[in-house]
């Protein structure tokens, strides 16, 4: 089992930075792969970012690339969302995921077991 606390989200003007934390806990940090997540009002949750193990790998969806950053920091157990230059078309609730597999498949929320509570990220035009 694996806790997961996301927190950090709030309200942004465009152009502006967020920095989300995901507290982890109930399993070795180091042994899970971790993703994050977001679903706009009346849309389906989407891939946002994945980090190895390691965190020597990373993946993000194309409209984030260049200005989403996902790092995560293994001896605090926690896993980090960088956002800048924050758009309004980014407002949504931002789900951390968790998975102790090793599917291929990193973008389908299927394959995580493990979500946290979700935390909002309102941008403003």
């Known amino acids: 089992q694996v806790n997961l606390v996301e927190s950090g989200g709030g309200l942004v003007q465009a152009g502006g930075s967020l920095r989300l934390s995901c507290a982890a806990s109930g399993r070795t940090f180091s042994s899970i792969r971790m993703g994050w997540f977001r679903q706009a009002p009346g849309k389906e949750r989407e891939f946002v970012a994945v980090i190895s193990r390691s965190g020597g790998t990373t993946y993000y969806t194309d409209p984030v690339k260049g200005r989403f950053t996902i790092s995560r920091d293994n001896a605090k157990n926690t896993v980090y969302l960088q956002m800048n230059s924050l758009k309004p078309e980014d407002t949504a609730v931002y789900y951390c995921?968790?998975?102790?597999?090793?599917?291929?498949?990193?973008?389908?929320?299927?394959?995580?077991?493990?979500w946290g509570q979700g935390t909002q990220v309102t941008v403003s035009s």
């Open positions: 995921a968790a998975t102790g597999g090793y599917s291929g498949r990193y973008y389908d929320m299927r394959v995580y077991e493990y």
